[in-house]
Nanobody, 124 residues
């Protein structure tokens, strides 16, 4: 079992930055590929970014490529999402997730542990 707790969300103006953190506890965190997903009101959950268990491989949604960076610190059992040049359309609840698969999964159904999420609101 893996428990995930996100933090770092908040209200920011367009063009600003936020860094989300996801602290993990439970089973060996370092063996799990990790991902970030988001869900805006009235919309389906969508993939944002993912990282392999070593941190050597990453994947991003086209909508955030070049603006967001995912990273992890296995010594601290934490994965991060640095979000720069934020836009109002980035407003959503952001959740981190852990996958039992290898590589860099990008589909929600391939992740079986989820955090509660943290709200990110970008004002125009």
């Amino acid at each position: 079992q893996v428990q995930l707790v996100e933090s770092g969300g908040g209200l920011v103006q367009a063009g600003g930055s936020l860094r989300l953190s996801c602290a993990a506890s439970g089973r060996t965190f370092s063996r799990y590929p990790m991902g970030w997903f988001r869900q805006a009101p009235g919309k389906e959950r969508e993939f944002v970014a993912a990282i392999s268990w070593t941190g050597g491989s990453t994947a991003y949604a086209d909508s955030v490529k070049g603006r967001f960076t995912i990273s992890r610190d296995n010594a601290k059992n934490t994965v991060y999402l640095q979000m720069n040049s934020l836009k109002p359309e980035d407003t959503a609840v952001y959740s981190c997730a852990a996958s039992p698969l290898l590589g860099v999964p990008t589909t929600g159904r391939n992740f079986n542990y989820w955090g509660q999420g943290t709200q990110v609101t970008v004002s125009s």
